[in-house]
């Protein structure tokens, strides 16, 4: 089979059908890729274009509620600041970990009306200077493009209000959790709409929104459908309307919701965690004619050749038959995995992964 653009392979994966290879879309923390730039990969080149992986591009849009945004303090190891969703936040500057939140502004009902107030749609939030630099080289050289919105229960409890607060929220004062929601994607659509009106066609949306953990989930299958459900629905009906994909990223182990998720239109599912308890094979048996399948091989393998070879071994066939899936670790790319080891990871994927 000829060799496909990105945006060629990627639709054929959506359609459930077979293209020319899998495609290959993954992200390395900072401090993968300060680790490979120390053993060789050039500074000035995209990891990406360095091991001839997929072109996959992003639009994004600013919904914050634009609290002002202030570095707090500055060592060697980290940065303290504060963000636009009105958070203190540890970042590390050399270290593969999520930020460590340290304070919330938005605590109660009454200081969410305040930040709900300043969520209004303006012109502004979008990087028009970025897409008029860009847009046309993604198109011409078959990127796969995909409208970041940002919204749900992740965003919620992790950037916004805390996250043992947002839960006893759910229980105790569900419609503040849904007006939360609604006003994220309320935001998000009328933003990217902005851009769809100015001609910028996008193939896809997705969003993340993470609601298991290992073994289980955050709230129950019931409190889904009744808060959350509903907010996901309407986001993915906006993208069908227009002919787009819907990609949902959760992490955690969310076998439960599958079925919903199926239901409302999802179209592709990652990263598939398999350390939490998801089993992407089985989930390939069980959905695979319904739902694409994005990541699902083991991070905690991937520094260890030998086992990361033999799960690929395992996985990849059984999860590309009949199309429907694209490559990924089950979390993003961990820093242990030296230049070399992924240097055959990716030639051990693109021979596993042809058709």
Known sequence: MPSMTTHERVRRTYEHQEPDRIPICDSPWGATIERWQREGMPADVPWVDYFDL??????????????????????????????????????????ASVPEFLAFKVTSPEAWREAKARMTPARDRVNWDYLRQHYRTWREQGHWIQAQFWFGFDVAHAWMVGTERFLMALAEDPEWCVDVFNTYL???????????DEGYRFDAIGWPDDMGYKHNQ??????????????????????HAKGLKVHLHSCGDIRPFIPDLIEIGIDALNPLEVKAGMDP???????????????????????????????????????KRGGGYIFASDHSIPSSVSLADFTRIIERVKRLGRF
Request: charged share 25%; net charge negative; no cysteine.
């Open 281 to 319: 094979v089985q989930i390939k048996q069980a959905y695979g004619e319904r739902l694409v399948l994005h990541g699902g091989v083991n991070a905690v393998l991937w520094d260890r050749p030998e086992a990361i070879e033999a799960e690929m071994e395992r996985v990849i066939p059984a999860l």
């Open 186 to 196: 309320d935001l998000d659509l009328a933003m990217f709409q902005q851009v769809w």
């Open 54 to 95: 997929d072109r996959f591009a992003g639009i994004g849009v600013d919904n914050s509620p634009r609290y002002p945004s202030r570095t707090l303090e500055e060592t060697d190891e980290y940065v303290v600041a504060t963000t636009a969703w009105g958070a203190t936040l540890r970042n590390f500057k050399h270290a």
């Open 218 to 239: 955050f709230f129950s299958l019931g409190m889904y459908r009744e808060l959350l459900k509903p907010v996901h629905k309407r986001a993915a009906d906006w993208a």
